[in-house]
T-cell receptor
Framework: GAGVSQSPRYKVAKRGQDVALRCDPI?????LFWYQQALGQGPEFLTY????????KSGLPSDRFFAERPEGSVSTLKIQRTQQEDSAVYLC?????????????FGQGTRLTVV | GENVEQHPSTLSVQEGDSAVIKCTYS??????FPWYKQELGKRPQLIID?????GEKKDQRIAVTLNKTAKHFSLHITETQPEDSAVYFC????????FGAGTILRVKS
């Protein structure tokens, strides 16, 4: 596709349920990032991949959060035992180069609501 | 750790006036400073960026200035139009992209 695609667009989960959020980056993009955006706030960094290697996961808020990009393309962000504070928009971004000192293209996000 | 402060949090201007949004940052290693525009329910989109070896950059009605000594940079929008209404985020890159909290810009016609 022409841009970064995320699915689902909306997800409602019951507290304690596991969820998986998918990101399809722009074809050929080396770098992939996940961000969490709470209502009325700026995006908060979660994790960064360069191809299939997860180079930085310092922003993951707890060990309930796990991300993977096994073939260096599609990425999945998994949240186990969801809690209400996990409710947010999860944004994926990709970049053609290594690192983030170049334009990052964002997906439309997945809005997660934990009830 | 890295910290980016953005002001104001909301800004209302009359159509045709200028709008200025300011950001300060803490990481002296930051070398890339993008600005993103996010319309309601949509993805953030890059509108302009500047690197640390440049003090000012302009693209039509949008300009960004950078003062590395003072660790602040600003977004300037001239001749504002209703379609400029959105949330604007500044960001800095040192070893990760860190965003400000955003500025809600409303352009009144």
């Amino acid at each position: 596709g022409a841009g970064v695609s995320q699915s689902p667009r909306y997800k409602v989960a019951k507290r304690g349920q596991d969820v998986a959020l998918r990101c399809d980056p722009i074809s050929g993009h080396v770098s992939l990032f996940w961000y969490q955006q709470a209502l009325g706030q700026g995006p908060e960094f979660l994790t960064y991949f360069q191809n299939e290697a997860q180079l930085d996961k310092s922003g993951l808020p707890s060990d309930r959060f796990f991300a993977e990009r096994p073939e260096g393309s599609v990425s999945t962000l998994k949240i186990q035992r969801t809690q209400q504070e996990d409710s947010a928009v999860y944004l994926c971004a990709s970049s053609p180069l290594r690192g983030l000192d170049t334009e990052a293209f964002f997906g439309q996000g997945t809005r997660l609501t934990v009830v | 750790g890295e910290n980016v402060e953005q002001h104001p949090s909301t800004l209302s201007v009359q159509e045709g006036d200028s709008a200025v949004i300011k950001c300060t940052y803490s990481d002296s290693a930051s070398n890339y400073f993008p600005w993103y525009k996010q319309e309601l329910g949509k993805r953030p989109q890059l509108i302009i960026d500047i690197r640390s070896n440049v003090g000012e950059k302009k693209d039509q009605r949008i300009a960004v200035t950078l003062n590395k000594t003072a660790k602040h940079f600003s977004l300037h929008i001239t001749e504002t139009q209703p379609e400029d209404s959105a949330v604007y985020f500044c960001a800095t890159y040192g070893n990760k992209l860190v965003f400000g909290a955003g500025t809600i810009l409303r352009v009144k016609s």
